[in-house]
Each structure stands twice: as C-alpha cells, then as structure tokens.
C-alpha cells in the first residue's frame, strides 16, 4: 500500500510568486526570515530553507515581555539546529514613553532588531510571516480607527526600513492553511498566549469580529485585501501629486507656496513634508488647526506654534518648520556618522573632529530603540549630568532612537544641579574636553541646554 503524498506547504506558491513579482528569484546574498517560532513563521522558515538551502538565515528576537519569551527562544534553537538552518537571536527592551503605544515600541524595537542583525548578516532581504488573516485585521483596525489610506492600505509586500528591505509573501495564504500543513507534517510550533488577551484591540477584532464578518460574508479577507490595495494604488497617487507641490513650494514649505494651493492640497502636502521630515503623522484635528493657522498667516508678525505628537510645527521666517521635544530652539543640527561609534559605546558625549566643539551631547530625534539596558542609560544620563553641570553644550543629531534618549534626558533632569565645575577627566576619548580649549561664543551663547536645565 503506497503511503499518501506529503502534502505541499502553502508558503511554497506564495513565496515563488513573490519572488517572481520583486526579483528575488536569484537573490544576492542570503535570505533572512524573522523566525518568532510561531505557526506562521515556521512555515515561511521551512519554504525558504526548501527554496534556498543552506542560504537561509533565521533572525529571532526576545522582547522579553512574558514569562514564555526564553521558551520560545529555546524552542527557536532547537528547531533551527534540527533543521540545519542558522539562527541569530537578540534581546531588546522595548520602553515607550508616556503617552505611547507598548505595542508600537515593540514593533519599533523588533524591526530595529531585525534590520541590525539583517545586516550584520549581509541578508538581502528579511522575510516575514504576516498572512491573510494579519492583514484582514489591520483592514479592519484602520477602519475602527478612522484611518485615512495609509492606515486602509493596510500591508505592503515589500518595504524598507532601517536601511533594510522586507518583505511579506504570504499576504494572500491564510492562517487556517498554515496551521492545517503544520499539523498534517508533524512541525512543531509555539502559540503566544498573549494572543489570547483581549485587553489588545487587535486580539478582540481576532478573536470577536473576525468570526462575526466570516459569518455574514464568507471568504471576506480577499475583499479586504483588494479594498487595502485600492488604497495603497490611491496613496501612491496623493504620494505623487505631494512630491510635486513640495518641489513648487520648497523644503521645508513656504507658507505663501502653501497657501496658493487649495486647503486639501496643502493638506496632502504637509502629510507628506511630516512624514518624509520627521516620520510623524498628524491627527486630523492637528492637521485642521495647522491649516486654519496658516490660511490667517497674514502679517510678518504672525506667528505658528503647533504640537504634533512629540515635535512642534512652528514658523521661522517664511517658512514651517519641525522640531522635535529633544531640540533646543537655536540649536544647530548635525549629521549622525562621527558619532556613532561613541554613541554605541555607551557614551552620550564626544568632540565632533570636524567642527572642533568643545562637547556635544548626543540627542536622537526619531523612534525606535536599540540603546541598551537600564543601567547603561542610567551611566550615560549621570555623565550628561556632570557634563552639564560644568556648562558644556548640546547639540542635535538625527537618529532613530529616541525612546532612549526620553529616558537619558529624564533621568539627567534628575540630578541636582551644582555650581560649574571644571571636568576633572581628560584622557578618554568619550570624556569632556579640558576647560582651556577655546569655545565658540555664538554656539554657547545659542545652544544654552533647557531640555537639561530644569
């Protein structure tokens, strides 16, 4: 009696035509999947080691949430070296700060995370599990959200980010076939019970309206999915039509450019100006009151001061311009890359080689984390404070990571502050300059540190 066929892995198809669509058919260096050691993940990891074998590289990373994290990074080892697949693993602390999302800031810290370990890799392309079922429910997230078509795009299949790019075959596969495979082939598996905790929004919308809708509208999720793509063809249209508006009013925008164009352009415009400047989004009610602030910018005098999320829109001269909580109003801004180094190694300060300044605090603008633990910060906020203390100066750096900056500037605040003394360190490289190097009176003068001083 013959014994019955294996059956095919769903991921098989999905991951072909994905690679047909976006040229990875020979791809150039070795294909990453991030591996959580769940069901869907596990699938995606199987397809891509049968397609590549011996190219494959599974990226796993530890939040360190619950109390199951380390059991399922035991299981990630354990399957990775059953299968002969390599595996890299990472631990990251995802604070937020006040005011935002505890799941937004793990998702910043994993695909910070993934896009490290990607590139220490020399990975092409990092691959990840999210399915039909993920994407019927951001669908529907966006929707109980009042999201405009970003949001209702849900999902892209391919993306970039932290230098990186990834993508996301199994967009049209649904959950129900993956674990269907799984459990016919014996492939063992992990299920986050976190899933089950309907505190989450999104595990209501799992675990309440996703049976509701199948049950009213059978086969549903590739409607939803035709619906997020129609939004993401629509945005990438307003996409267009704001890179040429921005090219007629300037970067950063000038309010007479802005206000030539009618109040949904202008509208369109400035979405896209935030989201390219400082990757924020503003609400509808901020985005509102922005318009109307700069419809009534009439007078010389005028002026524009706006809260958006962690930043301020406001007016310098002719123009808008945004500045995030970390920056000091007259503060100069300067380019990542001399810094990175120190920065990495634990260090907050360091003499830029360039613009010979005597000290310059480093302080990151945008989100995500990838810092380090609470102690190093801790060590890093009370040499800020010493440096402070002895009247050294601040200046901004873009970056990527300001979850930990919150935390340096708020514990550095914390310190007492003390009369200006002169540093007592000068030998390392990361250690505040001595006090008889000449310093430049206009930087000092207009880079006075407020975030620090209170």
Known sequence: MNASPTPANPCDRALAAWCERWGFLQPAGPMAVAFSAGADSTA????????????????HVNHGLQAAADSFQNHAQAFCALHGIVLRAERVRAAHA?????????????????????????????????????????????LSRGAGLPGLAAMGERFERHGQVFGRPLLDVP?????????STGHAFVDDPSNADQRFTRNRIRAVLMPAWEACFPGFRPMLARSAAHAAQGQRLLDDLARIDLAQVGTPPAIAGLQSLSRDRQANVLRHWLRAEANVAASAAQLDELLDQIAACTTRGHRIRLKVRSGLVTREGGDLRFRGADIIPGCPERPFGAWHAAWNTGCAAAINPIQSLPMALIVHKYGGTSMGSTERIRNVARRVAKWHRAGHQLVVVPSAMSGETNRLLGLARSWPRARPTAPTTANSTCSPPPASRPRRPCWRSRCRPRALAR
């Open 175 to 183: 959950s129900t076939a993956l674990r269907a495979w799984l459990a």
């Open 44 to 59: 995606l990891l199987l397809a891509a080691h049968r397609r590549w074998p011996g190219q494959v590289i599974a990226l």
């Open 98 to 142: 006040p005011g935002d999302s505890p799941e937004d800031a793990a998702r910043q810290a994993r695909y910070t995370a993934l896009a490290r370990m990607a590139e220490e890799a020399g990975a092409a392309c990092v691959l990840l599990g999210q399915h039909a079922d993920d994407q019927a429910e951001t669908v529907l997230l966006a």
